[in-house]
């Protein structure tokens, strides 16, 4: 049965295609989200760019017929701008932005003509709204990745038989010849993604464990185990899987995806490998190590702030500096010694332009070429802004997004929406892309931090 979605400014903000998302149903806009983009279209990043995207949408739709009578979709769906409803009644104790309550005035004017109205936001608030007043409301959902349990980690254990492990890695092993277990303790088989990470197993003695990766035809084993980047060891099975990620070439893994919490050593781990490629190579890999880090207040003011594009971003910095202090001094008796020795090492490989940042307005609409790119906290990515960066990849770069889906600070996004998440699930299976999440365990903090981790 046809429905009829109601879209607020929101919806249109974070993907500005979203009237192409609801199939052969009716949608309707209240004036007021055209008068929000309207308001919006100037602003800086990618607010305003999404806004200015969905205003000239909207104007190619105004073309083909009257927007308030209501024009055809190019999927059989129907579009129409509500300019009525001001007088429907609202609780007069009833709180909220005016331009909410318009919304919500034009959809209890359509339930009172029409069963199935259904209103879209991103606003949680306005969802919590509508609810009170009795009208049903949904999140936007079509670039949601899965709940956080069920997404993707790039990681599985597995089992296989005695002679076959004794044989690994000398031998690879066929996919069919490993197994997982279900609740009862039955054999099931396992399906495995393209440089999925395994575990494997021993059947007959659990305890014995090898690593390797699934290249997409066998199990193979880590190229890369052995290696000691920048003198940096793994300490746990996540850093060997996210050392062979790392290490491995930009023309076979021009994207990595790490997820894990603070802690998991994800930048320092890619920065360790990024000096490598550039220090310890007899022919360096990358040109340069890029950082950049989003920051949903920062990005769309740094025009106004003063100084050059390097002071402006100086502040996002100090966490890189931070693991930069503890990978150009690994003896930890000494590191603190000489303060400004330490920094002047620093400061070096920034003025030899070995590493640079730069915010992430710069790099979008760029093609990056042979560069090392690493994109921190990436959960504060939008969708759009993630395939934003992927897609500008240039021939010989290695880009690394790096991230917490649980540490958000963008209000429009969650650990299924945000940009880190939907690159993740979106790229599963790519043989271009290796992927880790690092968990809680391998947390490499200290024994405190570890502690309040596990009791907070």
């Not at 109601?6 to 979203?18: E, F, G, I, K, M």
């Not at 209103?119 to 990745?145: C, H, M, W, Y």
């Not at 920062?298 to 693991?323: H, Q, S, T, Y």
Request: glycine letters at 6%.
């Amino acid at each position: 049965m046809e429905k009829t979605y109601v879209l607020d400014t929101s919806v249109l903000l974070q993907t500005p295609y979203a009237l192409e998302a609801f199939e052969d149903n009716q949608i309707v806009l209240p004036i007021a989200v055209l008068e929000e983009l309207d308001a919006l279209k100037g602003a800086e990043g990618e607010q305003g760019t999404n806004a200015r995207q969905a205003i000239r949408r909207l104007e190619a739709l105004r073309a083909q017929g009257n927007l308030l009578s209501g024009v055809p979709l190019p999927n059989g769906g129907w579009l129409r701008v509500e300019t009525n409803c001001v007088d429907v009644p609202l609780p007069t104790e009833f709180p909220g932005y005016p331009n909410h309550r318009r919304i919500l005035q034009v959809c209890q004017a359509l339930r009172a003509s029409q069963s199935r109205v259904v209103l879209v936001t991103k606003n949680i608030l306005l969802r919590i709204k509508a609810q009170i007043l009795g009208l049903p409301a949904e999140d936007f959902t079509s670039e949601q990745a899965p709940v956080s349990a069920d997404q993707y980690t790039g990681r599985c254990q597995v089992f296989v038989s005695e002679k076959k492990f004794e044989a690994f890695p000398k031998k690879a092993i066929d996919p069919e010849d490993v197994y997982q277990t279900d609740e009862l303790g039955e054999k099931k088989p396992v399906d495995l993604v393209c440089n999925q990470f395994v575990i494997l197993r021993a059947d007959q003695s659990s305890k014995k464990t090898q690593l390797g990766r699934f290249d997409g035809k066998k199990i193979v084993p880590l190229a890369y185990k052995k290696k000691k980047p920048y003198g940096i060891s793994p300490r746990n099975v996540g850093q060997y899987f996210l050392q062979e990620a790392l290490m491995t070439g930009a023309e076979e893994a021009p994207l990595v995806i790490v997820k894990g919490m603070a802690g998991t050593a994800k930048t320092f781990y890619s920065l360790a490998v990024g000096l490598h490629a550039l220090l310890e190579t007899e022919t360096p890999a990358y040109r340069r190590i890029l950082i950049s880090r989003p920051n949903v207040h920062f990005d769309d003011d740094i025009g106004f702030l003063p100084g050059d594009e390097g002071e402006k971003i100086a502040p996002l910095l100090r966490p890189v500096i931070d693991n930069l202090e503890l990978l150009v001094d690994q003896n930890e008796d000494e590191r603190f010694a000489d303060e400004r020795s330490l920094s002047g090492k620093i400061e070096e490989l920034f003025a030899r332009d070995l590493i640079s940042a730069q915010a992430l307005n710069f790099i979008r609409g760029r093609s990056v070429t042979k560069t090392y790119l690493i994109i921190d906290e990436a959960q504060n990515l939008t969708p759009k802004q993630a395939k934003g960066i992927i897609t500008r990849a240039g021939m010989g770069t290695k880009i690394i997004l790096l991230g917490d889906p649980n540490q958000i600070d963008n209000p429009l996004l969650d650990e299924r929406t945000n940009g880190l998440s939907y690159a993740a699930e979106t790229m599963k299976g790519s043989p271009l892309c290796f992927q880790v999440t690092l968990s809680a365990e391998e947390c490499e903090r200290s024994a405190l931090a570890t502690d309040a981790v596990q009791r907070m």
